[in-house]
């Protein structure tokens, strides 16, 4: 088995699919590794560490491989050396890159979208959604922070004292729980809302106040995989009005709401950031999904009635070592989970097999997809 480890060529992605201590863990289950030069520069991983850990640095390391690893799809044209039946296993981008997922099927290749692990408890470890997310939540803590003009905990000093920031993060999945652990330990006076009820003790067990709408029949916001549904116009108006109450009086937003293949929910508009206080700063972290906060641009400060919105296309890209690290991590758990000892392979079984993947035999065979 050869496996592939793409320099990734995405605008902005500085991340790595593979590390020198996963090309040895590869290695020692019986594979060999092919990595592309300069795969890990911009993740601070040299070439010399890949050879050092037993990879072949290859021009082209697709030819002759079985599986590519990568963090984005790869255009087709990158994958000439790759004989039918190949995988390409990654972060493949499948409901905004059907283009690319049918080129992947016409040229006979096997496409596992990591983003389709199924959150299932023995999966945690491969789920690259999770492990991206934590750290997008801490950054965006860290991007607001930097950005605002004032000190986020209270801190009482002989000049007088300085007020603790107020933050408010909405969406409480894995960035938001970590932005609301990140903020509290910057001292911060922190709450947080979600449409999942569930979110409720999450919020309180991190000492954050929970910020929720009452009262609204019928509604738990929690559909297949844990994931959240589309709300009914009722509740998305019973949250305006709470949001707007509360948003007024921040200082900091943090946003991370997003429904899987849809656009991200709005949560924040043009008028309820104009009822916020000059100098406060909300971090988008939707904003490649189409944002949660009216006029929010990817990868721009915009400023709006003083309030400066932040949001980068690629924010997990901005801690490239870590990320690439656990990205790493979650593709060797899922590949070596399921190594078949004697087939010398990866042998996926059926409910993490037809989760993940999108192409086989020439077809697109994803339901999610399809369906
Ligand atoms: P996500 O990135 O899909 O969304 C972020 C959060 O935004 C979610 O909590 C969602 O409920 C919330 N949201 C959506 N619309 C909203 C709105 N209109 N207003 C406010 N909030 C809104 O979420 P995620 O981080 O991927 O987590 C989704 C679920 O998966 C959670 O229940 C999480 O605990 C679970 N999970 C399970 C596993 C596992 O068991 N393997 C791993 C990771 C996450």
Same mark, same amino acid.
């Given at each position: 088995?050869?496996?592939? #480890?793409?320099?990734?060529?995405?605008?902005?992605?500085?991340?790595?699919?593979?590390?020198?201590?996963?090309?040895?863990? %590869?290695?020692?289950?019986?594979?060999?590794?092919?990595?592309?030069?300069?795969?890990?520069?911009?993740?601070?991983?040299?070439?010399?560490?890949?050879?050092?850990?037993?990879?072949?640095?290859?021009?082209?390391?697709?030819?002759?491989?079985?599986?590519?690893?990568?963090?984005?799809?790869?255009?087709?044209?990158?994958?000439?050396?790759?004989?039918?039946?190949?995988?390409?296993?990654?972060?493949?981008?499948? %409901?905004?890159?059907?283009?690319? #997922?049918?080129?992947?099927?016409?040229?006979?290749?096997?496409?596992?979208?990591?983003?389709?692990?199924?959150?299932?408890?023995?999966?945690?470890?491969?789920?690259?959604?999770?492990?991206?997310?934590?750290?997008?939540?801490?950054?965006?803590?860290?991007?607001?922070?930097?950005?605002?003009?004032?000190?986020?905990?209270?801190?009482?000093?002989?000049?007088?004292?300085?007020?603790?920031?107020?933050?408010?993060?909405?969406?409480?999945?894995?960035?938001?729980?970590?932005?609301?652990?990140? *903020?509290?330990?910057?001292?911060?006076?922190?709450?947080?809302?979600?449409?999942?009820?569930?979110?409720?003790?999450?919020?309180?067990?991190?000492?954050?106040?929970?910020?929720?709408?009452?009262? #609204?029949?019928?509604?738990?916001?929690?559909?297949?995989?844990?994931?959240?549904?589309?709300?009914?116009?009722?509740?998305?108006?019973?949250?305006?009005?709470?949001?707007?109450?509360?948003?007024?009086?921040?200082?900091? #937003?943090?946003?991370?709401?997003?429904?899987?293949?849809?656009?991200?929910?709005?949560?924040?508009?043009?008028?309820?950031?104009? /009822?916020?206080?000059?100098?406060?700063?909300?971090?988008?972290?939707?904003?490649?999904?189409?944002?949660?906060?009216?006029?929010?641009?990817?990868?721009?400060?915009?400023?709006?009635?003083?309030?400066?919105?932040?949001?980068?296309?690629? /924010?997990?890209?901005?801690?490239?070592?870590?990320?690439?690290?656990?990205?790493?991590?979650?593709?060797?758990?899922?590949?070596?989970?399921?190594?078949?000892?004697?087939?010398?392979?990866?042998?996926?079984?059926?409910?993490?097999?037809?989760?993940?993947?999108?192409?086989? *035999?020439?077809?697109?065979?994803?339901?999610?997809?399809?369906?």
């Amino acid at each position: 088995m050869r496996l592939a #480890v793409l320099r990734e060529r995405a605008a902005g992605e500085t991340r790595v699919a593979a590390t020198p201590e996963t090309v040895k863990k %590869f290695i020692a289950l019986g594979a060999t590794v092919a990595v592309e030069p300069g795969a890990g520069a911009s993740a601070a991983i040299p070439d010399a560490d890949y050879a050092a850990a037993g990879a072949q640095l290859v021009a082209d390391p697709t030819v002759g491989a079985e599986i590519v690893l990568c963090v984005q799809g790869p255009e087709p044209d990158l994958l000439v050396g790759l004989a039918p039946g190949a995988w390409i296993v990654g972060g493949l981008d499948p %409901f905004a890159r059907a283009d690319r #997922v049918e080129a992947w099927a016409t040229a006979g290749l096997e496409a596992l979208a990591m983003e389709f692990m199924p959150r299932i408890t023995r999966a945690q470890s491969m789920d690259i959604l999770s492990s991206q997310s934590n750290l997008a939540g801490y950054k965006a803590v860290i991007e607001a922070a930097n950005a605002y003009g004032r000190a986020f905990p209270m801190m009482m000093t002989a000049a007088g004292t300085v007020s603790a920031a107020r933050v408010f993060v909405m969406g409480v999945g894995v960035a938001g729980l970590q932005a609301i652990a990140t *903020a509290r330990r910057l001292g911060a006076q922190v709450s947080a809302t979600d449409v999942r009820s569930a979110t409720r003790e999450q919020i309180l067990s991190l000492g954050a106040k929970p910020i929720f709408v009452e009262n #609204v029949a019928g509604i738990e916001g929690e559909g297949a995989g844990g994931y959240a549904t589309e709300m009914s116009a009722e509740y998305q108006q019973a949250q305006a009005e709470l949001v707007s109450a509360h948003i007024a009086r921040q200082d900091i #937003v943090i946003t991370t709401a997003l429904i899987p293949g849809r656009a991200a929910p709005r949560l924040i508009t043009d008028a309820q950031i104009a /009822t916020m206080k000059p100098g406060s700063v909300i971090f988008d972290l939707a904003a490649p999904q189409g944002g949660n906060v009216e006029g929010s641009v990817a990868d721009q400060v915009v400023e709006r009635h003083g309030v400066r919105i932040l949001g980068f296309s690629n /924010t997990p890209a901005r801690l490239p070592a870590d990320a690439s690290a656990l990205y790493a991590r979650n593709l060797y758990n899922f590949l070596s989970a399921f190594w078949d000892k004697e087939a010398q392979r990866p042998v996926l079984d059926e409910e993490i097999g037809n989760a993940v993947r999108l192409t086989q *035999a020439g077809k697109v065979v994803s339901e999610r997809l399809l369906g």
